[in-house]
Structure formats: C-alpha cells, structure tokens
C-alpha cells in the first residue's frame, strides 16, 4: 500500500531553507497553524500561539537537558576519532566508570578494547561494536563527568547544520524548560518558547506538565526501509512523575486538550498511556513508533518543527494529521519562505 511507501513520506528540500543559526529571538519564528477537521492553513508568528491555548488546555513539554555530547579524541595509534554519546548518561558520576552506547565515525576501525584519550580526565574503552556505527563504551573519567564534557564536549548539532558549534548553541540549542540531563539532542519544537510566553500561558489558565524523554538515536534515525512499517525504533528512557501523570489524567477526565510540544511528547505521552486510557507514571524504555494507521489515546493537538524527508518524525506527523495535508502544508511553507529543521519555523496541528 502506498501508505506504507517511503517515498510517500519524501520531498524536495533545498539547503537554503534549513536553517543554519538560530533567530535572535525564539519567539520571532514562524507558525503555520494546520487545522486536520477542516483541511486549512493559517500563518503567523510564534507569539501568535498565545492565542490558540486557554483555560481548557494542558500543555505538555519534554523538559530533557542536552548535554555536550560530541567528542574528539584519539587511539592509542594516533587515529583520530569522533563520537556522540547516545541515551541516558550518568552525568552525576565523579571519579569512575560509565557504560554508554555512542555513535562512532568510522567505526569499521575501531574494535573491542580499543582504547579512545579524550582529555587527561576522560577515556574511553570499546567494549562492544554494532551494526550502524553504534558502539558500547565505558567512559572513564577523572572528577565530575557533567562539568568535563562541558570543558572539552561539543555540543550536539546535526548534520545538516553545516558549521562547528558556537557559544550560542550552548544557550540557544536548548528549551527554556530543560531540567534533566540526558538527551543527544534537543526536542526542537520547545526551542521557540520563552519564559515569558510561558507565564503569560499560565496567566491565561493554560495547565503545564513537564515530561522527560531523552532524545537519542530513536528519534534521529533514519528510516532505510522502502516499507516504512519495517522501521525498528531504539529505546529511548521516559520519565513520567505521579504530578505530571495526575495533570494530565485530570484533564482529560475534564475534555481538556492536551497538546504536546514535540514529536518526543508525542511518543512519550502516547507510550505511557494505559489500556484504560490513562497516563501511567514512572520510568521506562520507549521504542514505539507511530505511522499511518495508529489511534492517537492522549495527544490532541501537537506544535511541531518541520522535518527531515523520509524520517520517521515526518511519519509521525502525517499519522497524526494525514499526509496529503502534511504535505500540502510542507509545501506552503516551502512556498512562504519558511525555516525548517531543528533551527527552523514551527507548526501547530489542530
């Protein structure tokens, strides 16, 4: 069936629309409003979404902390290497040993045992390879793991953002809200709110909810398949509090809308919904993956960025709203000159 074609989920994106730098301020990008039931498209500034959520709605946000994840460093033979750490990592740790999964470049030459210098502080030892570039390592370090990968760590920008990190990417590559440490990289819908849209949220009696998802290589990975139902999602860790959980239960029993900031909110509060429809709290591994033909149990509506061709965010996006109006709103926004990818405009699905 043609729903399950890659190339369903496929579009012309040239580089001058992805977006190379943040704006200077968050609140000055973009939104498309897409509305599902009536198949129209609306436009105007993110500050404009003040205006669509009221007293009858929850706003949830994943409030993972990016930490700096991206490192060089060099085998005992000179070699240089560089890895990405992938999944949650103990960043509490001072003095001793993590086991981590990462991504290596060139990882056909690095084997089991294979030791990698990082700084007089900070090693690592192979202690698995698998497929896809994906290695297991213990992470050795000297003192407080967190404040080392922020003294010699890059900060984790994707690939399609053709620069070396900055200064401002320490700021700006990460939500308002961020609290946990954990993520490989930022869940991008949350970059365009300020504190100060999210007080005025609160002012207007509009419910906040804070999740955890740590973004790893389950949100990023590239779908390979032609048959997008192939796809296998890795597990990324989910951490729902009795609070959050509590908020969100009652809400619904009240018909309030909950919408969901990000794709990862989207997977999070969907997979920690029960067979009664309720949330459950707690801390889990999610590996769902959501395409054409899921019955959305929590999430209402949805903000999100602009995506990827043929990933699986955009899969879920057109799950959630169909893909012909996806598409049509994509090309719209092609059309109008917006920002897409991680730095990119925004999209708000009714």
């Known amino acids: 069936?043609?729903?399950?074609?890659?190339?369903?989920?496929?579009?012309?994106l040239p580089n001058e629309f992805i977006a190379q730098r943040p704006l200077s301020r968050r609140e000055d990008s973009k939104l498309l409003i897409l509305h599902r039931n009536q198949g129209m498209i609306s436009h105007g500034a993110f500050s404009d979404i003040l205006g669509?959520?009221?007293?009858?709605d929850v706003l949830v946000v994943n409030d993972t902390k990016?930490?700096?994840a991206r490192l060089f460093g060099n085998k005992e033979t000179g070699g240089k290497v560089e890895m990405l750490l992938l999944?949650?990592?103990?960043?509490?740790s001072?003095?001793?040993?993590v086991h981590v999964d990462c991504l290596v470049k060139h990882a056909g030459k690095v084997k089991v045992g294979t030791s990698i210098?990082?700084?007089p502080r900070l090693s690592a030892v192979v202690a698995a390879v698998k497929p896809h570039g994906i290695c297991e390592v213990n992470l050795i370090h000297e003192g407080d793991l967190l404040s080392i990968l922020d003294e010699i760590g890059h900060v984790p920008l994707p690939p399609y953002i053709r620069r070396e990190d900055g200064p401002e990417d320490r700021q700006r590559y990460q939500t308002v809200y961020a609290r946990h440490y954990g993520s490989a990289a930022a869940p991008t819908a949350g970059l365009h709110f300020t504190k100060e849209i999210l007080d005025k949220f609160r002012y207007r009696g509009v419910e906040l909810a804070e999740i955890t998802l740590h973004v790893s290589l389950g949100t990023f990975r590239p779908i390979r398949e032609r048959d997008i139902r192939k796809h296998q999602m890795h597990h990324e860790m989910v951490d729902v509090s009795h609070q959050a959980a509590q908020t969100i239960n009652q809400a619904k029993k009240l018909g309030k809308r909950v919408v969901a900031v990000g794709t990862t909110t989207v997977r999070a509060l969907e997979f920690m919904t029960d067979s009664m429809g309720e949330i459950r709290s707690g801390r889990e591994l999610c590996d769902l993956y959501i395409y054409p033909g899921y019955n959305f149990r929590t999430v209402d509506s949805m903000i999100t960025n602009f995506h990827q061709p043929r990933s699986s965010l955009i899969v879920l996006c057109s799950a959630f709203a169909g893909n012909q109006?996806?598409?049509?709103?994509?090309?719209?926004?092609?059309?109008?000159?917006?920002?897409?990818?991680?730095?990119?405009?925004v999209m708000f699905i009714v």
Do not use: T, W
Request: net charge negative.
């Open 52 to 56: 669509c959520l009221g007293p009858c």
């Open 66 to 68: 990016v930490i700096a």
């Open 1 to 12: 069936m043609h729903e399950f074609d890659i190339n369903h989920y496929d579009y012309q």
């Open 325 to 345: 109006l996806l598409m049509k709103a994509y090309q719209e926004a092609l059309r109008m000159g917006y920002r897409f990818l991680s730095y990119g405009d």
């Open 87 to 92: 999944g949650e990592v103990d960043c509490s």
């Open 117 to 119: 210098s990082f700084s």
């Open 94 to 97: 001072r003095d001793g040993q």
